[in-house]
């Protein structure tokens, strides 16, 4: 390899990782801030560099959150792809999924608290039609397995589909606004104990 062309790669990835740390700031503050509400500037300031130097690396603000999202989206959906290629059973494929949304909190959280609470804003403008792309597959994947699972009799019959995908959309996700990378339980502890009390319950058995 000639010594310019390990320059030129040596140059490409540094700068890969500069814009990755760049977007990990960006996604702090818009989670924390909010996306509405945080300048250029701030993103600026909460990585260590002059505002003008943040527009090498992105046009605006908006093409920060794109990557941003576009990133969490995109991982979070190959996790998914891989476990429905599994052909599980439909409760082994609801834990497998389970276990790979928390481990997209643990990978993505500032993105997920981003997700939540923007994208019904940022999905009016067409750069963000992904993301009603997304909040549909998604519901059709989750209604689709759980139908299934009622149909196997791996899943009670009884319940209404809609309401057990709702319930398990909202309480999974949220843990992204409490989840801290490093805390007492691990990611993959928390689904494990997230699945039992879903699957098997809270309560003791009673005595005899």
Do not use: C
């Not at 999202?69 to 792809?81: G, I, K, P, R, V």
């Not at 609801?94 to 909190?105: K, Q």
């Not at 805390?183 to 009390?197: C, F, K, P, V």
Request: charged share 25%.
């Amino acid at each position: 390899m000639s010594p310019r062309r390990r320059d030129a790669e040596g140059t490409a990835a540094a700068r890969a990782e500069r814009r990755a740390e760049l977007l990990g700031a960006a996604a702090e503050v818009f989670a924390s801030r909010g996306y509405s509400a945080t300048t250029v500037r701030e993103v600026a300031d909460a990585a260590g560099i002059l505002g003008g130097s943040l527009y090498y690396h992105f046009d605006s603000k908006e093409s920060m959150a794109d990557e941003i999202l576009s990133t969490f989206l995109n991982e979070m959906w190959a996790s998914y792809d891989q476990v429905l290629a599994a052909d599980l059973g439909a409760r082994e494929t609801l834990e497998a999924l389970i276990a790979a949304s928390f481990r997209s909190i643990d990978r993505h959280r500032p993105a997920v608290v981003l997700y939540q609470n923007e994208s019904k804003h940022l999905a009016t403008s067409p750069r963000f039609d992904y993301l009603l792309d997304s909040q549909r597959r998604f519901e059709e994947m989750w209604l689709s397995l759980l139908e299934r699972g009622a149909r196997e009799g791996a899943f009670r019959a009884d319940l209404d589909v809609g309401l057990i995908y709702r319930f398990i959309r909202d309480t999974v996700w949220v843990a992204a606004t409490w989840y801290q990378r490093g805390g007492r339980l691990t990611a993959d502890e928390i689904a494990t104990q997230y699945l039992a009390m879903v699957l098997e319950g809270i309560g003791t058995p009673p005595a005899h």
